[in-house]
């Protein structure tokens, strides 16, 4: 396999901060400053932020869609099965509990492929996760799961909106050095040069 060789980066573009940097940083502190006046936790949406900044707008549109549909999937899969197993008697016995949630990840990926959306199965396989792994005896299922839902929503609007308005500026690239010229070329120009001062000489000689 050959090794692609890529230009060096001068100290001044190594230590370059991008845009899609400074869009993640200024969706998770949004997201942030939402969840402090709302007065919850804004973990799920700085991570759905995060997870759906990409490195141009329509990429970032197209990841948050994918994050949406993956959000409801999951959501709704995690309160069918955390209802399933209080109705049964089974939602505290941990060890069952991660037996099932663990099979059923199937069903949910399978169902991403199904409607031709692969890229939001991670995301369908985490919220799920969110909603049934992180469920206490004190919590409400489908409240719990809504107020998940709202944070992951929120967090891929913030994304999407913060990657529209802000636009990209590619990186500067390094100034390309032009090469020097061959030296057989000088070699060349000089035999050419001699070559023609004999031909002066013979001339005035014959005149």
């Keep these: 396999m050959e090794r692609q060789n890529t230009p060096a980066l001068s100290p001044e573009h190594r230590h370059w901060i991008g845009m899609r940097i400074i869009k993640t940083v200024v ?20 991570i759905a932020a995060v997870v759906c900044i990409q490195n141009s707008a329509g990429k970032t549109i197209e990841s948050s869609v994918n994050r949406m549909i ?14 399933s197993l209080d109705t049964l008697g089974v939602l505290y016995i941990e060890l069952l509990r991660y037996a099932v949630l663990s099979v059923m990840l199937i069903p949910i990926i399978k169902l991403c492929l199904i409607v031709k959306k692969p890229g939001c199965a991670a995301m369908a396989c985490i919220v799920f996760l969110c909603v049934t792994v992180n469920h206490s005896m004190g919590d409400t299922p489908a409240i719990y799961s809504i107020d998940r839902l709202f944070e992951t929503l929120v967090g891929v609007a913030l994304a999407c909106g913060i990657d529209i308005l802000l636009p990209y500026q590619p990186m500067p690239q390094p100034a390309q050095e032009v090469p020097p010229a061959p030296e057989g070329d000088e070699t060349e120009g000089d035999g050419a040069e001699g070559a023609e001062e004999p031909a002066r000489d013979g001339g005035e000689e014959h005149r």
Excluded at 73 to 81: D, E, K
Aim: hydrophobic share 55%; with cysteine.
């Design 70 to 83: 993956g959000t409801l999937i999951g959501g709704v899969a995690g309160v069918l099965v955390v209802y």
């Design 27 to 46: 969706a998770v502190f949004f997201c942030g400053l939402l969840a402090y006046f709302r007065e919850a936790s804004g973990f799920y949406s700085m």
